[in-house]
């Protein structure tokens, strides 16, 4: 990992919706960062905060050394502006070869993006965020909507980015990119459960085949599939 | 039984299939066909060609429920309770009748509470939870999910399972890209463009696909 | 106010007597201050301020043209205030109340649960506006005439998807024609002042000055 000396300071935010309100305090150094937590807890907007699209009630959100950022929305068709999938690869400033390839639609270059599937879609963006090279890339629920292969290909990608802040929220269970630290919603407030190994004891939102492993007293390195793989053939 | 008889529907084509009572759970890639399949089941799309009958009766005679992969962008009404009694309402069933299947209804699915609240005001979880109420009052013989699990946390997921093993449906088909919710069911179909790769109990389908990332985790990791 | 029917009928008749002469826009406008919460309504107006701006543009025209544009102007903006007093009243779930009970159980039900939809769909495509405008600043694209033009397309896209997979969810549940529904309305005496009151404006806005000094004469 490069040094950098990126990072997300939280002093006392507050923020709050109809239906829930959340408190958070920390600071997000650079590495890959998972956020996990009940649906309607605040992820997606403590994401826009984090990305400074979305003002807290109180407190400070100061993003230090962050020149470049991205937020990868939940709903991909957002983020279109072109009418082929060659112009919207174009747009994003890449070479749509070499998106187009790694998104596996190569096939579908001068198709209009709005036709295809919600897990192309998806995948498209994806290809095209992780394309960049942001300081801080913020990923809204990237795994939902893509099958096992697209989440592989996709978590494949991220533990390959080598340099800034990361930061995933999720939902989900079972294939997830190497993680340097792990976070929560839990009770209205973000809970740091620290880095890995030592934050899957405390993971209240860990899938469940990583409590069983944990209860069983077989605790992975980190939670990619090869990791848990290795910690349940542990004797 | 649900039998599908050559069938064809634009790239889906299944020659024979038979599912059995309980969960049946649809796997494949994205594009694979696992949402036209839950379509024509739910009698939505009719096939160009061939059959799908439910214990004798096409799907568009017989009592279907459906709950489609964002629910909480799809609200027909404006309040919880109208939500869950609009398939009663549609079907111009007396006022009081659909009091007491509502009633009943949240109550069995704990959600008693929501009462008359609007339906902007609840989370994105409570939502589902009232999109599934909503498939549910009218007792379906078939209930159809269509990736609906695709943006929930553990508990919530739980829930649902609770709430679907408990309810008096005959057949649920869901389409999930969770494998390891899949393999909870009792059958699983795996679609390879359009046609049945494999289908039968868990165990035979994900051994079929042991060396693919569609294998569930937690059979790999078995402690 | 709660009763819809009685909003409705006070917004169509100010609106009718708006609509036709300054004094009737004067009149309404005096209800409008006593029983509507007008910081309240202001607050929303500039969800309305492309519209305030066509009216101050076709009054100028109307103005330079041929004159009456200040009266046009002042009229219309009265007309909008009743309006965004209206939406600001909005409860949920009303309009198919109010729906059944003018139209009965088919064509009524069906009006109030379309009119119902249409204020969730208005919801989303807030929503999703401001969110496709984030997503195409993050990337680059300078908010302007051009961007409008993809965004345009994404909303309109994004609705009639929702639109088939309403009606996808409709026909699973059921629907042919209408439904039942037993409408209910809350009637406070707010209401049944605020009614009186408007018809009395309106009343007094088409009788001529003179009459009301008949008896003085």
């Known amino acids: 990992m490069a040094v950098q000396d990126v990072k997300i300071v939280l002093t006392d ?49 100061k993003r230090e050394d962050v020149s470049t950022l991205m937020v990868s929305f939940q709903y991909p068709e957002y983020h279109i502006t072109g009418t082929t999938l060659e112009e919207e690869c174009s747009s994003w400033g890449l070479d749509p070869f070499s998106v187009l390839t790694a998104a596996n639609l190569t096939g579908k270059k001068t198709e209009n993006p709005i036709k295809l599937s919600r897990g192309e879609l998806k995948m498209l963006l994806l290809a095209c965020v ?49 993680i340097d630290r792990i976070w929560e919603i839990r009770n209205g407030e ?46 | 039984m649900i039998r599908f008889d050559n069938l064809r529907y634009r ?12 969960i049946t759970s649809v796997i494949g890639r994205n594009g694979s066909g696992k949402t036209t399949l839950l379509k024509l089941c739910a009698g939505i799309t009719l096939p160009e060609s061939g059959t799908i009958i439910i214990d004798g009766n096409p799907p568009r005679k017989d009592e279907i429920g459906w709950v489609n992969e964002f629910p909480d962008r799809n609200i027909l009404f404006a309040t919880v309770h109208e939500e869950i009694a609009s398939s009663l309402r549609f079907r111009h069933i007396p006022g009081d009748e659909i009091e007491e299947h509502v009633m009943s209804c949240m109550n069995s699915m704990e959600i008693s509470h929501l009462g008359k609240r609007s339906m902007r005001e609840l989370s994105g979880g409570e939502k589902v939870l009232v999109a599934l109420a909503a498939a549910l009052v009218h007792q379906p013989r078939l209930l159809v999910l269509d990736e609906y699990d ?67 985790l937690a059979w790999r990791c078995r402690t | ?29 005096i209800w409008w201050l006593i029983f509507s919460h007008p910081l309240k309504v202001l ?32 009229r219309m903006i009265i007309i909008l205030l009743i309006g965004m007093w209206l939406y600001c009243e909005h409860q949920t779930g009303e309009f198919l109340h109010l729906g059944t009970w003018l139209f009965g159980d088919r064509a009524g039900f069906e009006l109030g649960m379309l009119a119902e939809m249409a204020m969730q769909s208005l919801d989303i495509l807030s929503s999703d506006f401001l969110q496709i405008r984030q997503a195409q600043e993050l990337k680059g694209v300078r908010w302007g005439v051009r961007s409008l033009i993809p ?67």
């Open chain 1, 13 to 61: 935010v507050q923020a709050a919706r109809k239906n829930w309100s959340l408190t958070a305090q920390g600071t997000l150094y650079e590495g890959t960062h998972l956020i996990s937590g009940a649906v309607g807890s605040g992820k997606s907007t403590l994401a826009l905060m984090l990305a400074g699209l979305f003002p807290p009630v109180s407190g400070q959100i």
């Open chain 1, 130 to 178: 992780l394309a960049g090279n942001y300081d801080l890339l913020i990923l809204d629920e990237p795994f939902s909507s893509l099958d096992c292969y697209g989440k592989e290909r996709i978590c494949k990608r991220l533990s390959e980015r080598s340099r800034g802040i990361t930061v995933i929220f999720t939902h989900e269970q079972t294939i997830f990119p190497r």
């Open chain 1, 190 to 235: 973000l809970c740091d459960r620290g880095g890995l190994p030592e934050a899957l004891r405390h993971w209240y939102y860990a899938p469940k085949v990583i409590k069983n492993l944990i209860s069983a007293g077989k605790i992975p390195k980190n939670i990619t599939p090869g990791d848990l793989l290795e910690a349940a053939c542990r004797t």
């Open chain 2, 11 to 22: 790239s889906l084509a299944i020659d024979a299939l038979s599912i059995g009572k309980g």
């Open chain 2, 150 to 216: 695709s943006h929930l946390d553990t508990d919530l997921t739980e829930k649902i399972e609770g709430i679907l093993r408990q309810s008096l449906v005959t057949y649920i088909i869901r389409c999930t890209q969770d494998m390891e919710t899949a393999a909870r069911g009792d059958n699983v179909i795996c679609l390879i463009n359009g046609k049945i790769g494999c289908a039968g109990s868990p165990e035979i389908v994900f051994s079929s696909l042991v060396d693919t990332p569609f294998y569930p």
């Open chain 3, 1 to 29: 106010m709660q009763d819809v029917r009685i909003r409705i009928g006070i917004a169509a008749i100010l609106s009718g007597a708006a609509f036709f002469t300054i004094e009737g826009a004067l009149a309404a406008f």
């Open chain 3, 43 to 74: 607050k929303k107006i500039r969800v309305v301020f492309p519209i305030i701006i066509m009216i101050v543009f076709f009054s100028i025209i109307m103005e330079i043209t041929g004159g009456g544009g200040l009266a046009y102007s002042i």
């Open chain 3, 151 to 217: 965004t345009g397309i994404i909303l309109v896209h994004g609705t009639l998807r929702r639109a088939d997979d309403a009606a996808e969810l409709m026909a699973v549940r059921g629907y042919t024609r209408g439904g039942t529904f037993c409408p209910e309305f809350t009637t406070t005496m707010r209401d049944i002042l605020g009614g009186l009151f408007a018809l009395c404006m309106v009343i007094i806005s088409f009788v001529p000055a003179s009459e009301f000094f008949i008896l003085y004469r």
